[in-house]
């Protein structure tokens, strides 16, 4: 039997935590105590959470987590079920969804999580708890390297590596939005989707040496990395172009290379954005932003989808949905 509290709320959760660093099976079901939210946060209830090669890298390096214990997850949609002291942008009852301070704020792979309030924002109605939960990561990354970074205008070229991806998908959404011409690379299999999604060309990359397919681009969007990638991304820039990208492997190498190119090159860490996730939402709310969902798993099967997920082959997004 759960423990409760003095008002009869449960005062436990399940979530998912390891003691250890390593494949999938470090991943297990506890029980944890339930969090309470501070002055500035909300205690959500977690309807859907969704998954990202980040989740993996951590499980298995631990990265800027160190070590274990602790609980994945960055992308949350849900229920506000309480707000901490000075809390006006949120009410309980509203359903909201976001991403949880990257990297340090994380945690909602579980029953319920605690978020700084402005991290989060109103759930547009037209989406599902699971699409929601599937948004925030991957489409901040994208939101904050096309428009922040690169500065995405209309009538700009952009290359959008891996563009079938998590972060892909939405950045070739974010782009067409935008008003920007899309070049996306990708297997062959995956170009009718893509096209659904705006794409103007695609490069079979098993095929065709992206470098010679494009040329003249304002904005690359790597999310590949390797230093021969990098090298042959930044001679498709026309001079002046930008590159950003999200693999943080020496930046400074990048931005030498690029400066001798006459080009730019940056290497970006998402980060929580109210202002951003409005504007993801708003894409969203008018239908010019979806995620597609690759999987569905329940929070005990969270082992099952790092497992799906590190195979590298997910068209889209995985989420956990906790009903």
Avoid: C
């Avoid at 109605?125 to 904050?144: K, N, R, Y």
């Avoid at 860490?269 to 708003?282: F, K, R, T």
């Amino acid at each position: 039997m759960r423990q409760t509290d003095t008002s009869g709320a449960a005062s436990v959760m399940r979530a998912i935590s390891q003691d250890e660093l390593g494949d999938p099976a470090v991943l297990k079901e506890v029980e944890l105590e339930r969090p309470q939210p501070g002055p500035g946060e909300v205690l959500v209830q977690v309807r859907a959470a969704g998954l990202n090669p980040t989740d993996w890298k951590h499980r298995r390096y631990g990265a800027f987590l160190g070590s274990p214990p602790f609980v994945l997850g960055w992308d949350v949609s849900g229920v506000v079920e309480a707000t901490g002291l000075g809390v006006t942008v949120h009410k309980p009852g509203d359903e909201v969804f976001g991403m949880l301070p990257y990297p340090y704020g994380v945690g909602s792979h579980a029953e319920y999580v605690r978020a700084p309030a402005r991290a989060l924002v109103h759930k547009p109605e037209q989406l599902s708890h699971v699409q929601a939960g599937a948004l925030p990561l991957a489409g901040l990354t994208a939101w904050q390297a096309l428009v922040d970074t690169a500065g995405l205008r209309a009538g700009q070229r952009v290359l959008i590596h891996a563009a079938a991806g998590g972060v892909g998908h939405l950045a070739v959404q974010i782009a067409k939005a935008r008003g920007a011409h899309v070049t996306g690379t990708a297997s062959s299999g995956k170009h009718a989707m893509l096209r659904e999604l705006g794409a103007d060309e695609l490069i079979d990359y098993r095929e065709t040496d992206f470098a010679d397919a494009a040329r003249d681009m304002d904005v690359v969007f790597d999310t590949v990395g390797g230093a021969d990638h990098r090298t042959r991304s930044l001679r498709t820039l026309r001079p002046g172009g930008t590159l950003v990208s999200i693999l943080l492997e020496e930046p400074a190498a990048l931005a030498d290379e690029a400066a001798r190119l006459g080009v730019r090159g940056e290497v970006m860490l998402v980060e929580a954005d109210q202002a951003g996730m409005s504007a993801v939402a708003a894409l969203a709310e008018t239908g010019r932003l979806r995620p597609v969902v690759a999987g569905t798993f329940a929070l005990a099967d969270a082992a099952k989808a790092h497992e799906a997920g590190e195979t590298g082959r997910t068209t889209g997004k995985l989420v956990l949905d906790l009903g």
